[in-house]
C-alpha cells in the first residue's frame, strides 16, 4: 500500500475512534414511515432524541428506540464505561429500502392481487463528539 493511502486509512481510523454503530435489518415497516421520525430526530444529542421519541405516536418510533439504545450500550461497552450518555450525539442516522416480500391476496370471482410487505433498514452511528453542521451554532446562513 502507498503511504499517501495508508495515511488517509489512519486518518479515517482515527475519525471513527470516537463513533459507534448499530443496525437493524429488515424492519417489517416501509422506509418512507421510518425515515419520518428520523429526520426529526437527526444531530440531536442522546438525551433531545430520547424525549424527543417519548413524546412522538408513531409505529416506528419503538424500533427505532431500540436500535438507538444498542448504539449507546455498545458505545459504553467498547469505550470501556467511559463515554456517559450526556456527552453522546446521534451522529447520523440512514434509513434504507430493505427487500420486499411478495404476497397473495384473494380478491372477488377468483382473482388474486399481489400484495407487497415492504421492509427497512436501519443504520444509526453515536459519537462523543457534536457533529459538524453548516453555518454558526448548526443553522446555515
Aim: hydrophobic share 40%.
Amino acid at each position: 500500500m502507498a503511504t499517501r493511502q495508508k495515511q488517509k486509512a489512519q486518518q479515517r481510523n482515527a475519525a471513527k475512534e470516537n463513533m459507534w454503530e448499530a443496525s437493524l435489518r429488515y424492519l417489517p415497516m416501509s422506509a418512507r414511515k421510518v425515515r419520518v421520525v428520523a429526520d426529526k430526530i437527526r444531530g440531536l444529542s442522546i438525551l433531545q432524541v430520547m424525549d424527543s421519541l417519548a413524546c412522538m405516536h408513531k409505529g416506528s418510533v419503538r424500533p427505532l428506540r431500540h436500535v438507538i439504545h444498542s448504539a449507546i450500550a455498545n458505545a459504553k461497552e467498547r469505550s470501556k464505561g467511559v463515554v456517559d450518555d450526556t456527552q453522546l450525539y446521534l451522529h447520523t442516522i440512514a434509513i434504507h429500502k430493505g427487500p420486499m416480500r411478495k404476497r397473495i391476496r384473494a380478491r372477488a370471482q377468483g382473482r388474486a392481487t399481489r400484495v407487497r410487505k415492504q421492509t427497512a433498514h436501519v443504520d444509526v452511528v453515536v459519537s462523543s463528539k457534536l457533529p459538524e453542521m453548516g453555518g454558526e451554532n448548526g443553522t446555515e446562513s
